[in-house]
């Protein structure tokens, strides 16, 4: 999709499409018509999920611009529901996207990592809350 001025276009070949396409396995803790929701393979935290949409967006403004509302709902919810499936609600947890090279995106699939099962660090070293 990528429609939006200044992204980059969809690669078919990244690893989440892979994933998606089942040529990649992945530990899988949800999967519905809308996304799919599996363990990090370098997690940064006890609990590192990553949950992406089925669809071929880079980012959450290429998401955000050119999905279905019934696909970006679904996301959402799938992105609530999976954190309270692992617990992780009641003592809480970080929910982040990354965009484009200085944000830190791996993989140009727009993406939410779920971190959880510790006190999680400062977002930005430095910044007062």
Request: aromatic share 8%; hydrophobic share 40%; no cysteine.
């Amino acid at each position: 999709m990528s429609g939006t001025t200044g992204l980059p276009p969809y690669d078919d070949n990244n690893i989440f499409a892979k994933i998606l396409r089942g040529e990649i396995p992945s530990k899988r803790v949800h999967e519905d018509e809308h996304a799919i929701a599996f363990h990090d393979i370098n997690p940064q935290a006890p609990v590192h999920v990553l949950v992406i949409p089925r669809g071929r967006y880079v980012s959450l403004a290429d998401f955000s611009a050119n999905a279905s509302e019934a696909e970006i709902a679904g996301f959402w919810r799938a992105v609530g529901r999976v954190a309270r499936e692992l617990g992780l609600e009641e003592r809480g947890y970080r929910a982040l996207t990354n965009m484009g090279q200085e944000g830190g995106q791996e993989v140009p699939h727009f993406h939410v990592h779920i971190f959880g099962g510790r006190r999680l660090g400062r977002m930005v070293p430095g910044v007062q809350a």
